[in-house]
């Protein structure tokens, strides 16, 4: 867990910035140091109604990919576009908050709600411009509605229902979920066993054969 002074600090960042942006401004501060953080990252948060989610709730798309990622690798994203499930366009920023030694212990995230200042997008362009031009990622409220949404994902990326996918089109699928950060999620492995039809030890296989032709 946090140190506790680490903790207050970031908590009355986050109620400053919520403040001073209002109540379309969601903060939340994840927890990356307790067990199964891609789960139940969420330690405090500020206008969780902007995403739906509260204390105890997990990691975004965009987080949890990062966590899937080396250590090395992560970094800060600022300023770029997410969306939620009922559609509210946002604008977010994803800062790591490392300890002494460089490991990332905690994120600290922005999510503004821009949707109404989009429809005014013409004289607000600088604003409310994305950083880049690819499809924002989606918010949702649970690690059980992400893990739905990258399944659906996945078979959008091979082009075909799961009944007509062969070996190589569901190892495919499976390696683009595991990029994606899906089977750090708690439990996730039988639900994507289930997807696919095959079994647990068949998907881990799978992933095996990956690791292996690296």
């Known amino acids: 867990m946090l140190n506790e002074q680490l903790k207050n600090t970031l908590c009355s960042l986050a109620h400053a910035i919520a403040l001073h942006y209002g109540k379309g401004c969601e903060v939340a501060i994840h927890d990356l140091t307790v067990k199964n953080a891609a789960d139940s990252s969420i330690i405090y948060i500020e206008n969780g109604e902007v995403t739906g989610r509260k204390v ?78 690819s499809e924002p990622e989606k918010i949702t409220p649970n690690v059980g509605e992400l893990l739905d949404e990258l399944l659906w994902k996945s078979t959008e990326l091979i082009g075909k229902p799961v009944a007509l996918m062969n070996k190589d089109d569901k190892q495919r699928a499976i390696r683009y979920l595991n990029s994606k950060g899906a089977l750090l999620i708690t439990k996730s492995g039988d639900k994507i066993a289930t997807y696919f039809g095959i079994s647990k030890f068949t998907l881990y296989s799978y992933l095996t054969d990956e690791e292996e032709s690296d």
């Open 56 to 133: 105890g709730d997990g990691a975004s798309a965009v987080v949890l990919e990062e966590l899937s990622q080396a250590e090395q690798t992560r970094e800060d994203r600022i300023g770029y576009f997410t969306k939620t499930t009922d559609g509210k366009v946002l604008k977010s920023t994803t800062v790591y908050i490392r300890d002494d030694k460089g490991k990332a212990i905690a994120i600290f995230s922005i999510n503004h709600d821009i949707t109404a200042l989009s429809v005014a997008a013409a004289s607000l362009t600088e604003l409310t411009a994305p950083a880049t031009a």
